[in-house]
């Protein structure tokens, strides 16, 4: 754990010799997967395939490194819109997943329980009530999963957010509150958006942790996170992690960023990008060479080209699957509408 130094302050410590080789490595791996993908994206936008897009350039080891401590067999994430490199940590279906942004499916055309990641969520603040609402209910059911709730700086604002952290501070739910301040909610900054220095020290108000950690130092989140989840598995209660980044892209495909933010800043954050920095600290570490990164890339590329085409060519879904995931029980009048749509519009 350690504090924010501005940028161009100076590089903070890289801890990505407090991880094991093998886990390191993956999270190396599923870092240049997302930027690759998320660069193959924006292009899909660009080409008219994505009516919109949202990148995640920089925040990919706050990501990577935080999804890769959880225990996909019993944990659950509850994502906003920009956690595609969770979503690929997690095993997610890329191309169910993109299927949201390609506009033929709302929140992802995957299964949420089987790949325990939730449905994307475009109300800024609205995934974090839902994780607490989860992980009461996995306490009440006597299990032992965890839930970690994504949301950002912006969010943090939202009555959602305090709501859903007072509640779990109060019950002490085990519930991870992972915030990416990645400086930006779309062009408010975040002097404009915390009065109290950081959002990490609200936490000491709902009784729980608050931690700051550098978020582009994959090892510090990874660890981070995992102390959390640790801490909430035991009966601990929630932590709150406050995972310091930057988005090095604008806020989605319709943002043009030099209408409020400085070209200088973007440069000094682009210096401490943590896919190199992840990559230099394997090398140094004697946990990579030129072979293994070589290697990597080109797998990171044939995944991406596979995901590219399988979104490309996707179908679109049937009209009448419009009212079959309204509720989990379709209503009697659902299940009359969709029948009249089966046989007058789609006969
Ligand atoms: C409830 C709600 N209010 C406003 C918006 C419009 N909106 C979309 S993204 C965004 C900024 C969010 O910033 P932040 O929480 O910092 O996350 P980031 O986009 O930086 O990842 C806003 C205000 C929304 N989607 N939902």
Redesign the pocket.
């Known amino acids: 754990m350690q504090t924010h130094a501005p940028p161009g302050a100076g590089s903070t410590p890289d801890r990505t010799g407090a991880l094991p080789a093998e886990s390191a490595r993956r999270i190396y791996r599923d870092m240049l997967t997302a930027r690759l993908l998320d660069t193959e994206a924006i292009a899909l936008q660009r080409q008219g395939v994505f009516p919109a897009y949202?990148s995640l350039r920089g925040?990919e080891a706050a990501q990577v490194a935080s999804a890769a401590a959880l225990d996909r067999d019993r944990d659950f994430a509850f994502p906003?819109?920009?956690e595609m490199a969770v979503a690929l940590t997690l095993g997610v279906d890329m191309v169910g997943y993109l299927a949201s942004h390609r506009a033929l499916w709302h929140g992802g055309r995957y299964d949420p329980i089987a790949s325990r990641f939730g449905s994307i969520n475009?109300?800024?603040?609205?995934p974090v009530p839902h994780a607490v609402g989860w992980a009461l209910g996995e306490r009440l059911r006597g299990e032992t999963g965890c839930a970690i709730a994504y949301?950002?700086?912006?969010?943090?604002s939202?009555g959602?957010v305090h709501e859903a952290l007072n509640f779990a501070g109060v019950f002490g739910s085990p519930v991870v509150f992972f915030c990416?301040?990645?400086r930006?909610?779309?062009s408010?900054p975040n002097e404009r958006?915390i009065a109290g220095g950081s959002i990490a020290a609200r936490a000491a108000g709902y009784g729980m942790p608050g931690i700051t950690v550098d978020g582009n130092d994959a090892a510090a989140v990874h660890n981070a996170t995992r102390s959390a989840l640790d801490r909430a598995r035991s009966g601990g209660g929630p932590t709150l992690i406050e995972a310091l980044t930057y988005?090095l892209a604008p806020?989605?495909t319709s943002d043009d960023t030099t209408r409020y933010r400085d070209r200088g800043e973007e440069h000094a954050w682009q210096e401490r990008d943590p896919l190199p920095r992840l990559g230099t600290a394997l090398e140094e570490a004697g946990h990579a060479d030129t072979a293994f990164f070589e290697q990597i890339e080109d797998g990171a590329r044939a995944a991406v080209e596979r995901i590219r085409d399988g979104i490309a060519t996707a179908p679109p879904p049937a009209g009448s699957d419009l009212f079959t995931y309204v509720y989990r029980e379709p209503t009697e009048e659902l299940a009359r509408q969709q029948r009249l749509w089966r046989e007058e519009v789609e006969p």
């Open positions: 949202v925040q906003t819109y920009r475009a109300v800024v603040g609205g949301f950002g700086d912006g969010a943090s939202q959602d990416q301040n990645n930006w909610a779309l408010v958006q988005r806020h989605s």
